[in-house]
């Protein structure tokens, strides 16, 4: 099992900046690829940012492409999401997910924490 917990959701203004956090425990973090989800008011979830597990495969959604970067760092256990130039259709609860497996984590992931809601004002 693997435990996640987001933090770093609010309320920032158009063109502005947030950067989310990922906090796990349990099984080996650095075993496991990180994924960011995002879910806005009456649509379905969608994929955003997902991270291999030693960093050096990433790959964006393209409405977050030049705008968003995935990171993480496994001496901490913890995976980020940094939002530059904020849109209002960014507006949603973002959630951090886990798997053994970067190829489909985009499609199924195993690990699911319960999301920070992400407010972008116009």
């Known amino acids: 099992q693997v435990q996640l917990v987001e933090s770093g959701g609010g309320l920032v203004e158009a063109g502005g900046s947030l950067r989310l956090s990922c906090a796990a425990s349990?099984?080996?973090?650095?075993?496991?690829?990180m994924a960011w989800f995002r879910q806005a008011p009456g649509s379905e979830r969608e994929f955003v940012a997902a991270?291999?597990?030693?960093?050096?495969?990433?790959f964006y959604a393209d409405s977050v492409t030049g705008r968003f970067i995935i990171s993480r760092d496994n001496t901490k256990s913890t995976a980020s999401l940094q939002m530059n130039n904020l849109k209002t259709e960014d507006t949603a609860v973002y959630y951090c997910?886990?798997?053994?497996?970067?190829?489909?984590?985009?499609?199924?992931?195993?690990?699911w924490g319960k999301g920070t809601l992400v407010t972008v004002s116009s």
């Open positions: 991270i291999g597990w030693n960093g050096g495969t990433r």
């Open positions: 349990g099984r080996t973090f650095s075993g496991h690829a």
């Open positions: 997910a886990a798997d053994s497996r970067l190829s489909t984590i985009r499609i199924k992931a195993s690990y």
